[in-house]
C-alpha cells in the first residue's frame, strides 16, 4: 500500500526567503506526481504535476522535483511571499491508478 | 469557466440523520470523484466515475453511504443514517481523464459536514 509523507507538518519562514517542502513517498512504481496547494476552507488547487519520466516541473516561482528511484519529490518555492501561506499537500499516482495524498505542510510566511 | 460547484458549503445534522450533497463537474469533464478529508489530513477517495460508471467505489462504505452521477454530469453523495464519525469535509473533482499520466484533477470547495 502507497504511503505518502510530508515533513515537516507545519513551516514559518520569514518574507522573501526561498524554501522547500518535502514528500516521500514508499511505491516507486508510479504515475506521476502533483503538488496541490489548499488554503483553508477551500478545496484544492493543483500546481505542478510530474510524470514519472520527468526529473522536475517549473511554474512561475514554483519548482518540483521528483526522485522516483528514491521515492522523494520537493516543491522549492521562491522569494516567499505572504500569499503563499497555505497547506500544501503532494499526491501520487501509483500503478492502480489511485491517487494517494500526504498529509500536507501547513506554510507561513511571516510579513 | 465555472469551476467544480458543489453545495451545501456547510451542513449541520444529528446523528442518524440522511445527508446528501451535491457536485457539479467542470463541463466536458468525464471523471469525477468523490473524496473525504479529515482535519488535518490529506484527501481519501470514496469513489470514482468515468462518465456515469463508478469504476472504483472499493472504499465507499456501502452499508450507510451512497452515490450516483446520472446521465455522466452532476452527481450526489448520500450518507444515511449518519454517524458521529461522518464529521468531516466532502470534498469533490473532476477531471478530463485520458491514460490518467497527464490527469490533473480540478476540486471544488467542498461540503463541511458536522454531524451532532
Known amino acids: 500500500k502507497q504511503e505518502v509523507t510530508q515533513i515537516p507538518a507545519a513551516l514559518s519562514v520569514p518574507e522573501g526567503e526561498n524554501l522547500v517542502l518535502n514528500c516521500s513517498f514508499t511505491d516507486s512504481a508510479i504515475y506521476n506526481l502533483q503538488w496541490f496547494r489548499q488554503d483553508p476552507g477551500k478545496g484544492l488547487t493543483s500546481l505542478l504535476l510530474i510524470q514519472s519520466s520527468q526529473r522536475e516541473q517549473t511554474s512561475g516561482r514554483l519548482n518540483a522535483s521528483l526522485d522516483k528511484s528514491s521515492g522523494r519529490s520537493t516543491l522549492y518555492i521562491a522569494a516567499s511571499q505572504p500569499g503563499d501561506s497555505a497547506t500544501y499537500l503532494c499526491?501520487?499516482?501509483?500503478?492502480?491508478?489511485?491517487?494517494?495524498f500526504g498529509t500536507g505542510t501547513r506554510l507561513t510566511i511571516i510579513p | 469557466e465555472a469551476g467544480v460547484v458543489q453545495s451545501p458549503r456547510y451542513k449541520i445534522i444529528e446523528k442518524k440523520q440522511p445527508v446528501a450533497f451535491w457536485c457539479n463537474p467542470i463541463?466536458?469533464?468525464?471523471?469525477l470523484y468523490w473524496y473525504l478529508q479529515n482535519l488535518g489530513q490529506g484527501p481519501e477517495l470514496l469513489i470514482r466515475?468515468?462518465?456515469?460508471?463508478?469504476?472504483?467505489d472499493s472504499q465507499l462504505p456501502k452499508d450507510r453511504f451512497s452515490a450516483e452521477r446520472l446521465k455522466g454530469v452532476d452527481s450526489t453523495l448520500k450518507i444515511q443514517p449518519a454517524e458521529l464519525g461522518d464529521s468531516a469535509v466532502y470534498l469533490c473533482a473532476s477531471s478530463l481523464r485520458g491514460d490518467g499520466t497527464n490527469e490533473k484533477l480540478f476540486f471544488g470547495s467542498g461540503t463541511q459536514l458536522s454531524v451532532l
Open positions: 499526491a501520487v499516482r501509483g500503478g492502480n491508478e489511485k491517487l494517494t
Open positions: 466515475y468515468e462518465n456515469e460508471e463508478a469504476v472504483d
Open positions: 463541463s466536458g469533464h468525464n471523471t
